[in-house]
């Protein structure tokens, strides 16, 4: 979807579509608001950053910095999936390894640059 998108190829059609049906969606929100919802959304924000993306993708799938349960992981991911990024088993590990202190800062910049040029590489 992005490489298509970049290159220049046209309008990336799914991709529109979906930014489409969330700004929709937002807007449907607004005649549809209690404090119930205000709510149940700051939960799952909190969730869906913190502990998905601050705590699972980055701390425990990118650095390993701590051990968990498998169990406890497979929550966190799910938590982290909210924030509709990428899956546990994308992103985050390929910044893993481009950012690897083990790899050479050569190997580093032909990787990002593969990546499309937009991870840093330093």
């Known amino acids: 979807m992005g490489r298509a998108a970049a290159s220049g190829d ?3 059609w799914l991709t529109l579509g979906v930014i489409i049906a969330f700004h929709l969606g937002a807007v449907a929100a607004l005649f549809f608001f209690t404090w119930q919802r205000l709510a149940v959304t700051a939960a799952l924000y909190v969730l869906a950053i913190n502990v998905g993306i601050g705590m699972c993708y980055h701390r425990l799938l990118t650095h390993r910095g701590y051990q968990t349960p498998k169990w ?3 929550i966190m991911s799910i938590c982290a999936t909210l ?5 546990p088993s994308s992103g985050y590990r390929f910044i893993a390894c481009i950012t690897s202190s083990a790899t050479t800062k ?7 640059r593969a990546a499309g ?3 840093p590489a330093g």
């Open 10 to 12: 046209g309008i990336n």
């Open 72 to 74: 406890i992981e497979y």
């Open 83 to 87: 924030s509709l990024e990428a899956g």
């Open 106 to 112: 050569a190997t580093r910049t032909r990787r990002a």
């Open 117 to 119: 040029g937009h991870i």
